[in-house]
């Protein structure tokens, strides 16, 4: 959002935003190992000789984590490199047994690229990708363990990472939150990255400086490993005002590395930010550069799904579905997924998409889950579409029996069928209802032929409440206008 500023006692300030998304390969084994890469095991369980850096040790690359991030660039409308290098970059720390981490300075896999969002409340914007380049992961330190040791625990090293560099063109939280949001939906459409960001497969490095509008960029922090949508913007609405007002109080921005404490929400620094020289990087001598043919790149393209933005408006150009509804309804790939399974079931895409925004949704957050884990299927929604559709359910109904199903996970009618609650349009019955009603009300009979028309929905609520709610609400209007007069 453009109009995003910082007030500061000099005037607004313009916050310039830049991230690198960390996000960790889908594969069964690692970048350079055939070590295993499931989350949750016991420490060092996942640890081959090559992530230990054991002398002799040599590194293979992993086809599928290439194949990977080329078809991540692919879905980012990139250039996707021919000819491209690993890199060692050096520095020392407990958890890197190598002394390096194997990574891609000079030339990466994956070149320029872009994604569009939609902030809330703002216009549509194009956001640079600068580059991706894979590289693989570090240990990671325990120090909860013991009182006074530190542990080092290996599962994660030599994990594949996917590092998405932004260019600088976020100018709000706002901004950044939907850059980050629409990034993670797309790896997750792809397959090439889980998206989970509270187990540490996706996370931010956020870059943030301050100006004044129109003048150059001011110098830059980098708050590392942030973990979360709502963490990144607030990482950056402190760390803008930490900057304006560190700067009106005649202060200077050092830049540096800071981290994020998401307690107490603010920035803290972390050390001075070493220039890329300090790494002393240079060509990894016991890896080949990689040479990517077009028929591997075009077997990527090839395996690629519908993305987000063309299922959007596929949803609303195809199935007719509204704007709000379609971008809910591919926000995610799993509510995609399951929408398309109850289009698949026969549901047709109106009434579908319009109960799953609605009742669904609304279930699922009562009852804390995700749709992954929905208690009932798509099938079976669909199933309970079509009971309204025929005349078997009116709504009210049709909100009983799906409470049973969330309850049971049951089919539909067989719960119509148990608990006898099928909707009725017996106009005798119905008829004898009314007669007992307007008997007993000769009052309210009498002010609603006088004019009071607002009396018929009291009528209709008598009605249905003496049947049960089991009678066709058509039908009972349809009665009592012809009984009321």
């Given at each position: 959002m453009s109009d995003y500023r910082i007030a500061g006692a000099t005037g607004d300030w313009e916050v310039v935003i830049g991230l690198e998304v960390h996000a960790q390969v889908t594969s069964n084994s690692k970048l350079f190992s055939g070590a295993?890469?499931?989350?949750?095991?016991?420490?060092?369980?996942?640890?081959?000789?090559?992530?230990?850096?054991?002398?002799?040790?040599?590194?293979?690359?992993n086809r599928e984590c290439i194949r990977q991030a080329?078809?991540?660039?692919?879905?980012?409308?990139?250039?996707?490199h021919r000819w491209s290098r690993f890199d060692r970059k050096n520095y020392f720390y407990a958890d890197l047994p190598q002394g390096y981490q194997i990574s891609q300075l000079y030339h990466p896999l994956v070149g320029e690229g872009a994604i569009t969002i939609e902030p809330e409340g703002g216009a549509a914007k194009t956001i640079g990708i600068e580059r991706i380049h894979v590289e693989q992961d570090a240990g990671k330190l325990m120090h909860d363990q013991h009182p006074t040791r530190s542990y080092v625990d290996l599962n994660r090293s030599g994990v594949a990472l996917m590092e998405i560099v932004s260019r600088p063109d976020m100018r709000s939280p706002a901004e950044a939150g939907a850059y980050v949001k629409k990034l993670r939906a797309i790896l997750r459409y792809v397959g090439s990255c889980d998206g989970n960001m509270e187990q540490g497969s996706m996370r931010a490095d956020v870059n943030v400086s301050v100006r004044k509008p129109g003048?150059?960029?001011?110098?830059?922090?980098?708050?590392?490993?942030?973990?979360?949508?709502?963490?990144?913007?607030?990482?950056?609405?402190?760390?803008?005002?930490?900057q304006v007002d560190l700067i009106e109080e005649g202060g200077t921005v050092v830049q540096e590395t800071r981290l994020f404490d998401p307690d107490k929400g603010v920035t803290r620094s972390m050390r001075s930010k070493e220039d890329a020289q300090d790494y002393r990087y240079f060509p990894d001598p016991d890896l080949l550069p990689l040479e990517l043919d077009e028929a591997f790149i075009e077997a990527a393209r090839a395996s690629l799904p519908e993305l987000p933005d063309a299922k959007r408006r596929r949803y609303q150009e195809a199935l007719g579905l509204s704007a709000s509804n379609a971008e809910v309804l591919t926000a995610d790939v799993e509510t995609a997924r399951w929408f398309e399974a109850m289009l698949a079931a026969g549901a047709p895409p109106?009434?579908?998409?319009?109960?799953?925004?609605?009742?669904?949704?609304?279930?699922?957050?009562?009852?804390?889950?995700?749709?992954?884990?929905?208690?009932?299927?798509?099938?079976?929604a669909a199933a309970l579409l079509a009971l309204i559709a025929d005349g078997t359910l009116s709504g009210s109904l049709a909100k009983q029996v799906f409470e049973l199903m969330l309850e049971t996970g049951e089919d539909p009618a067989a719960i119509v069928e148990a608990h006898g609650l099928k909707q009725t349009s017996d106009t005798g019955a119905i008829e004898a209802e009314i007669a007992k009603i307007l008997a007993a009300n000769p009052d309210k009979v009498a002010d609603y032929r006088g004019g009071k028309d607002k009396l018929f929905g009291f009528f209709v609520g008598q009605t249905m409440r003496a049947m049960a709610g089991k009678a066709n609400p058509a039908v009972v209007n349809e009665l009592l206008k012809k009984a009321l007069g």
């Open positions: 295993a890469t499931a989350f949750g095991a016991e420490p060092n369980a996942q640890v081959s000789l090559v992530d230990a850096a054991m002398p002799g040790m040599l590194p293979v690359p080329v078809r991540t660039g692919l879905a980012l409308d990139a250039v996707i003048q150059p960029f001011g110098t830059r922090t980098e708050t590392k490993n942030v973990n979360s949508i709502r963490f990144v913007m607030q990482a950056i609405e402190f760390e803008a005002r930490r109106k009434p579908a998409s319009n109960w799953v925004t609605s009742e669904l949704f609304g279930a699922l957050n009562r009852l804390g889950r995700d749709i992954t884990d929905s208690p009932v299927s798509p099938e079976r």
